[in-house]
């Protein structure tokens, strides 16, 4: 069964720091790897989906890799901003089934 | 614009009563789920639709059922509600296939049985 870890549970930092948000996983054997962003109160919205051949993909500001061998992946924000304060969450794909952390909540300091 | 609408946002239910969490998605998507959402445990799938009137179950589907007579449409059904489902329900939807595209969700429903 497929385990999702991440870890710092939160994490505040000030305005213009850079973030970097890890994600374990521990069956390599995954179709891709995505982040998401929630917001308190609402639903999930995708980030960043990283496929299994890939290593990175970025988006803006966003930037994830994905090192499958040692089950890692990483989401890094650049120049945080007090609008990027949020739950972030990472979930692989095994098969149709998403397996997803418990998120690691970020508060960015103005 | 991508859209999953879960008409109930907010529920409050007596024990033992039957509930219905409703989702609707307009992108003509095959696959749809049912997660819940609780502080720690991150989200659990519950159960998941491939096709219409197919479904399957996930981690945890005890005291749930589902239904789907139609493509767009996705329902949860609690039979006789309690306490322990107390949580945020979340539904979502994705293309066909095997994990390769974004999942898309929606705003979720927090259902509250007392």
């Known amino acids: 069964k497929q385990e999702v870890t991440q870890i710092p549970a939160a994490l505040s930092v000030p305005e213009g720091e850079n973030l970097v948000l890890n994600c374990s996983f521990t069956?390599?054997?995954?179709?891709?790897l995505q982040w998401f962003r929630q917001d308190p109160g609402k639903g999930l919205t995708s980030l960043l989906l990283i496929q299994s051949s890939q290593r990175e993909q970025t988006s803006g500001r966003l930037n994830a890799s994905l090192d499958k061998s040692s089950g890692r992946s990483t989401l890094y924000i650049a120049a945080s901003q007090p609008g990027d304060s949020a739950t972030y969450l990472c979930a692989a794909a095994n098969d149709y089934k998403l397996s997803f952390g418990a998120g690691t909540t970020v508060t960015v300091r103005a | 614009d991508v859209k999953v609408t879960q008409s109930s946002r907010y529920l409050v239910k007596r024990t033992g009563e039957k509930v219905f969490l409703e989702c609707v998605q307009d992108m003509d998507h095959e696959n749809m789920f049912w997660y819940r959402q609780d502080p720690g445990l991150g989200l659990r799938l519950i159960y998941f639709s491939y096709d219409v009137k197919m479904k399957e179950k996930g981690d945890i589907p005890e005291g749930y059922s589902v239904s789907r007579e139609k493509k767009e449409r996705f329902s949860l059904i609690l039979e006789s509600a309690s306490t322990n489902q107390t949580s945020m329900y979340l539904c979502a939807s994705s293309p066909p296939g095997t994990g390769r595209d974004t999942i898309y969700f929606g705003e979720g429903s927090w259902l509250t049985v007392v």
């Open positions: 069956d390599s054997a995954i179709y891709n």
